[in-house]
């Protein structure tokens, strides 16, 4: 039995405290205050707040070292943000006796609100495997020194950020990975919570230069933009997050409207950040499994 399955099941108040914490809506004090209420004592609130940290090594489904891959750090420029842009390129290793650049789709893989930690890198190694697709994962945090390896310090670096020039950050780094020699020039975006919203907004900016775009409890863009967007949107939430779910069927009946491809599911018993195992209170697995499933038939379906 390994790490994340020996923790157990915390209170969902405290879950649900950790959420608002990470998503900036209380501070690290009101976050600890409610701890406290379902503790016993200092250790025991202690112990809570470390199993509600992400565990990135238990999670880590493919190595950096998988012979299977090849990746490689590089710095996209990014005149309309602030200035560049670095992340992770991940793509299959080329086939034996393949001559030159072998062509395959192209994904944008965006994290949430902590910039490119060891998760998100490791999904975008996951999405290269997925489909044979060359994905590339940018660290909206490089302006102010990349993703600092603490989650605390992350969420605050973020929030000192200009919204406007993260999100000409992250076109520039699509439109850089569309390009690239080894692309067909067909385009995807998969993103989470913040990336969520992202890959949503997005699929408006991008218009025809998108082909897919797959969002996991992601915030719906303008409605009225909808008809913008000509990407194939897929939309993932976990059945208690209520806030998301309530506002999903608007954007649902404005996909529909505006004739756009587009699929979307709700999943019983699953909360915001299902999807990420390495934060084990959250992680839902029978849902994160069957999401996954459909997003990489998803972009095997719009892509190739």
Same mark, same amino acid.
């Given at each position: 039995?390994?790490?994340?399955? @020996? #923790? ?19 501070? @690290? ?31 880590? #489904? ?5 012979? #299977? ?33 072998? @062509?395959?789709?192209?994904?944008? &893989? ?50 000192? /950020? ?16 569309? #390009? @690239? ?5 067909? /385009?995807? &975006? ?19 230069? /998108?082909?897919?775009? &797959? ?39 404005? /996909?529909?409207?505006?004739? &756009?491809?587009?699929e979307g599911y709700v999943y019983p018993g699953a909360g915001h950040g299902f999807n990420n195992d390495s934060t084990s209170q959250r992680y839902n697995k029978a849902a994160a499994d069957l999401a996954w499933s459909r997003s990489m038939l998803w972009f ?5």
């Amino acid at each position: 039995m390994d790490d994340m399955q @020996r #923790r157990q099941a915390l209170d969902p108040e405290v879950i649900d405290a950790y959420d608002l914490f990470i998503h900036g809506r209380i501070d @690290r004090r009101s976050f600890m205050d409610r701890v406290k209420k379902v503790a016993i004592s200092t250790a025991a609130a202690a112990a809570i707040v470390d199993q509600l940290m992400p565990n990135y090594a238990a999670a880590q #489904r493919v190595s950096p070292q998988d012979g #299977r891959i090849t990746s490689e750090r590089v710095t996209v420029p990014s005149p309309a943000g602030y200035g560049t842009i670095a992340g992770l390129l991940v793509r299959p290793r080329p086939r034996a006796g393949a001559v030159g650049p072998e @062509r395959m789709p192209a994904i944008l &893989v965006v994290h949430e609100n902590r910039g490119l930690n060891p998760h998100i890198e490791d999904i975008a190694r996951r999405v290269a495997l997925g489909g044979s697709f060359m994905a590339f994962a940018p660290d909206t945090l490089t302006s102010v020194g990349g993703y600092p390896g603490d989650e605390e310090k992350a969420i605050a670096m973020f929030a000192t /950020l200009d919204q406007a020039k993260m999100m000409a950050d992250l076109q520039a780094a699509a439109a850089w990975v569309k #390009r @690239r020699p080894e692309s067909t020039g067909r /385009l995807g &975006v998969i993103g989470f919570c913040y990336g969520g919203g992202v890959a949503n907004a997005l699929a408006v900016r991008m218009g025809a230069d /998108l082909q897919a775009a &797959v969002s996991f409890y992601g915030g719906a863009p303008p409605l009225a933009d909808v008809p913008k967007i000509k990407a194939a949107v897929q939309v993932h939430h976990g059945g208690d997050d209520t806030r998301l779910v309530d506002a999903w069927p608007a954007y649902r009946d404005a /996909l529909k409207a505006a004739g &756009v491809t587009f699929e979307g599911y709700v999943y019983p018993g699953a909360g915001h950040g299902f999807n990420n195992d390495s934060t084990s209170q959250r992680y839902n697995k029978a849902a994160a499994d069957l999401a996954w499933s459909r997003s990489m038939l998803w972009f095997i379906k719009s892509l190739t």
